[in-house]
């Protein structure tokens, strides 16, 4: 056999090679899509996946994804005749929602050398929204959809990174500009290892009015001696906040657990270089009311066979209102989670879902929750639970700290749920501990801070009070409290106190 001979069959032996290799991996990528697609119809209900079609070519596909749900009709509130509630007439006015779809376009190049990259295949997303009113298309102008970029590689894990560009939005006086985002995320082989990080370096929200709950509290209420109560002093309507976040970013790395979506075992870390927060009235100056940096934090998740626990660590230092702190820290300890009630909760988010979209997701009926309750309240204590937080704070030199914390010692019984009910039995097997230290001296400026002036006179009297009711001790230049309430007893700062009426029955 000839020179000539042998490479000629050498070439079509690599052709032939190739083309099998890109055959197998576009077979292989198809039946990825597929399996992803039966997941999410499985997820988010069959009716909202309205397409999941596939075009298979040789060295490359394309994919086409919709998602359609109708956005929740406004609510039309009820108005009172005579004591009989009456619909009103803009309620049948109302025009039902048309429904919104995110459409997702992918273009598939296959392996084994797919986009000059050694892999089985690369898949590049583009997403879209229809049905969305021209108000909102305004208000996006200025702002991209993401992208979604897939590796898979030919032993079976796969790259992804999801990118946002940067934009703006605009609407009704309320602003948001942010840069870059990515996120990048590897997946193991076994589909279950997970690593990552993300890179967020600006978001900027401003113009959000500034409100609270008491604002707005009903003007027709009555007083104790049943005369009309003055109206409530409203905010001023001019005053917006505006949020400002710098320099966001972090990792992760974590092994998934069967059944449970984005959780398992592993590690997270995250840092913000500065975050603010700024007030201002109308045709008034801006004020910073929040401004911390170097913030830096970390959770880490632990598992065994059956509860999980979780961590949580966040630092930093800044200034909230007058008061600069040399330091600020937040711990959490969740501890002992039943898996299996995890499990069912999330099921019943999903459920919530499939049956009247997000807002029943995130607010199940009031039936539904107490069912579900019912069923997995003995299971989750019987995995005796614990929570506990702590705030720690350097200030003008001295340290301070508040914490509690809750935990579960012994599981009821359903015959002592029964015959006493969930509050007293639970109160007799669980522990509760709080506890507080803060300098004397921080008092005047907390009061400041919150709007008030407290002098010397005034400062040592409401400590006096505090000490003589056994609410607080002093402790040098220092006020502490420590509560701790078990079986049945309390005792607050060394001194045993009944329980509130009706909790210790």
Do not use: C
């Not at 298979?56 to 509630?85: C, I, M, R, Y």
């Not at 009704?172 to 840069?179: E, H, K, L, N, Y």
């Amino acid at each position: 056999m000839s020179n000539k001979t042998m490479v000629a069959v050498a070439a079509a032996l690599v052709v032939a090679a190739y083309g099998g290799g890109t055959w197998y991996s576009g077979e292989q990528v198809h039946k990825s899509f597929q399996e992803a697609a039966a997941e999410l119809r499985h997820a988010v209900g069959e009716d909202a996946v309205v397409r999941d079609s596939y075009e298979k070519g040789f060295f490359s596909s394309k994919a086409n994804l919709v998602l359609e749900w109708t956005p929740d009709a406004p609510q039309v509130p009820v108005e009172e005749h005579d004591g009989d509630e009456v619909e009103p007439a803009s309620a049948a006015a109302v025009t039902p929602l048309k429904p919104m779809r995110l459409v997702m376009n992918s273009d598939i190049r296959h392996g084994p050398l797919a986009g000059a990259k050694l892999a089985a295949a690369v898949v590049d997303s583009r997403f879209a929204l229809e049905g969305i009113d021209d108000k909102t298309k305004q208000a996006f102008a200025k702002a991209s959809m993401p992208t979604l970029t897939v590796v898979r590689h030919l032993m079976g894990s796969s790259d992804w990174r999801f990118a946002l560009p940067a934009g703006e939005f605009a609407d009704d006086g309320v602003a948001a500009r942010w840069a870059d985002m990515a996120y990048d995320v590897v997946v193991g082989s076994d589909k279950k290892s997970v690593t990552g990080d993300f890179k967020w370096p600006e978001l900027v929200i401003t113009g959000l009015p500034k409100s609270s709950a008491d604002d707005y509290a009903d003007e027709d209420q009555e007083d104790e001696d049943g005369e009309e109560a003055p109206a409530p002093v409203r905010a001023s309507k001019g005053e917006q906040m505006a949020i400002a976040v710098k320099g966001m970013g972090g990792s992760f790395n974590t092994t998934m657990i069967e059944g449970l979506w984005g959780v398992g075992p592993g590690k997270m870390q995250m840092r913000v270089a500065n975050a603010q927060v700024t007030t201002q009235q109308a045709d008034g100056p801006p004020e910073v009311v929040v401004d911390l940096k170097d913030i830096t934090g970390d959770t880490k998740m632990e598992a065994d066979a059956k509860t999980l626990s979780i961590s949580n660590h966040i630092n930093g230092v800044g200034r909230i209102g007058p008061l600069e702190f040399e330091s600020l820290g937040y711990e959490e300890k969740i501890q002992r989670l039943d898996i299996e009630v995890l499990r069912s909760l999330q099921q019943m988010v999903l459920e919530g879902y499939r049956a009247g979209g997000l807002s029943q997701a995130l607010a199940p009926a009031e039936d539904q929750l107490a069912e579900w309750m019912e069923r997995s309240g003995p299971k989750l204590l019987q995995a005796l639970p614990s929570y506990n937080m702590k705030l720690n704070a350097h200030y003008q030199g001295s340290a301070g700290h508040l914490e509690y914390g809750f935990g579960v010692l012994k599981a009821p019984s359903a015959e002592e749920v029964a015959e006493k009910g969930w509050m007293p039995v639970l109160l007799k097997g669980s522990v509760l501990n709080a506890s507080a230290r803060l300098p004397k001296a921080w008092m005047v400026n907390i009061a400041k801070a919150s709007g008030q002036e407290l002098g010397p006179e005034e400062l040592d009297a409401m400590i006096q009070m505090a000490s003589s009711s056994g609410y607080a001790r002093v402790d040098g230049d220092f006020l502490t409290a420590d509560l701790k309430v078990q079986d049945g007893q309390m005792n607050l700062n060394g001194v045993v106190k009944p329980l509130p009426m009706g909790l210790g029955r």
